[in-house]
């Protein structure tokens, strides 16, 4: 039997360890990546270039374990739909900006979704900053 250590913040509350944020994260990727329409090589830049086999294994399972560098990029990704969502109430147009020319310096004329695919997490999260940053 192996023994799990957990970790409790400030008021004795457990908090979740990266193996209780596998399943969920890549579930709500999954119906990320259906929702924009990205193929499968985009999926898998953005989840940071996994093996072949191992990303059929988790979009079968839709679970596994993740290592922190890909649950630190579904983090952003899901931030980043988040901030669509409240940036542009209707769906269409926000997962349309995401594909569109962006004049912005932060994408040089590029649309997000390039700069996402750069396959660097922190294009990630400069997206993520620039988004929060438009909600004011």
Known sequence: ???TQRIEDSRGR???QDADLAGPGLRAFFKLAERW????AEQRK???DPPESTFY???REQGGALGRDTLERISYLLGIFKALAILFPQPDRADAWLRKPNAAPTFG???ALERMLSGNVADLFVVRQ???????
């Open 1 to 3: 039997m192996v023994a």
């Open 130 to 136: 620039y988004l929060d940053a438009q909600r004011g």
């Open 14 to 16: 457990n908090l979740p």
């Open 46 to 48: 953005l989840l940071g």
């Open 109 to 111: 004329g590029h649309s």
């Open 37 to 40: 329409n990205l193929r499968i």
């Open 57 to 59: 294994k988790w979009k």
